[in-house]
């Protein structure tokens, strides 16, 4: 009779509601309840949703008075049921199937008032979970059998593999306390990990900074030797240099002597040939033709002498010039440093001044204020008619340093002290003087009257002394 209920109640709905079908998304919700479009009444009857592209069937359900009520059906985009059971006044109610993408079981179980809400490791609503569900795999095993009580785990329970053997039975403290051991042990073994792992790397990290320090060694050793090997390159290939030179030096000069040495032999031959042959043939010819070469050469080497010197006059005239235009650009270079010491000297002694200037002028602004503080001071303590204190002693006990420095200023011996165990007091030696001058004395120093009492006490060489002391 009982599975028949759901049935009788869907059809007594159905008589008392009139059944339409719409679209859940054109419904309109207000605080948790569904409203036609363009209507202030509650929705009931069915409603659906589509997959947009595909129109294969999303959801299908039934809400009275706004709220879901009776079977829902979930689908998946391929056709295949998702989830399926009853609502009750908007809540989860009676028995329901959550199934696998590729159409097996994946939980069944029934819920007492659950509002959707305390997702499990499932990905399933747990919240008001009542009596015995059961969990399967994807391949169809059985993953679980689990007892609720209200939404929350109640009694043993049973989780297995994919293989059906039983990985865990017990209660949920026994699983939290197990679980708690598997953290635990988790933790310790990630920590021990990682101190290897810091371990590891601390060794690698010193092989790789030995590695980086030999490697420099070698690659010095390798440069101090190319620059050995060059530098000795270099030695002797100046040494080869020089000595080529030197050969080459002395070739030349035993060629040079070997010329001058042959010349003088060709020379003494002529010599003696011609000496010969003119005494031979013709003394008088010989002396002409002899006379006119020499005027030849002479004119060759005077003509050949002006050309050198000309060629020497404009040298020396060039080098003058260009010693010249040297001189000149040393003389505007020097000239323009000076300028530029000059100007930075100038701008380092105007800055000096423009600072010496600003200094004078703040110890003359304090000065000034400093004589309009006293004299403020003064005019105050005069129109307090204070002057009655000069040259007494007084005992400033938590007082501010600024009110110390006031008595001071009014020719007091001023005695400033702190003491945690006393709140703030003020002691007047010897006074001669009222109430009312007491209380001149707080108003000259900042102080509220009403928060002080104001007493004299007997005790001293006077006989007696003054005190004012804070009420808090």
Known sequence: MKRHIPLLALLLASLLYPQSKIDINDLVEVDGKMYKPSNDKLYSGIVYDSYTGTGEK????????????????????LGGIVSTGN?????????????????????RGSYRNGDGTNRDEYGLTAHGRHGKWIFWYDSGSKSAEISYKNGVIDGVWISLNEQGQKVWEGTLEEYKIAEEEAKLKAEKEARLIAEEAARLAEAARLAEEARLAEE???????????????????????????????????????????????????????RLAEEARLAEEARLAEEARLAEEARLAEEARLAEEARLAEEARLAEEARLAEE????????????????????????????EEARLADKARLAEEARLAEEVRLAEEARVAEEANLSILYG?????INSSLANCQKMEAMGMTVVCGFDSDLNKSIFIECPDFNESTAIKILDYLGLQSSDFSIVIKDGNECGHYFEIRIYF
């Open 58 to 77: 999303k959801l299908e359900g039934f809400y009275r008075n706004g709220l879901k009520n009776g079977e829902w059906t979930w689908w998946n985009v």
């Open 87 to 107: 609502f009750r006044k908007g809540l989860l109610y009676g028995q329901w199937k959550y199934y696998h993408s590729n159409g097996q079981l994946k939980a």
């Open 216 to 270: 420099a060694r070698l690659a010095e050793e390798a440069r101090l030797a190319e620059e050995a090997r060059l530098a000795e390159e270099a030695r002797l290939a100046e040494e080869a240099r020089l000595a080529e030179e030197a050969r080459l030096a002395e070739e030349a000069r035993l060629a040079e002597e070997a010329r001058l040495a042959e010349e003088a032999r060709l020379a003494e031959e002529a």
């Open 324 to 351: 010249a235009r040297l001189a000149e650009e040393a003389r505007l270079a020097e000239e323009a440093r000076l300028a530029e010491e000059a100007r930075l000297a100038e701008e380092a002694r105007l800055a």
């Open 392 to 396: 007494r002693s007084i005992w400033m």
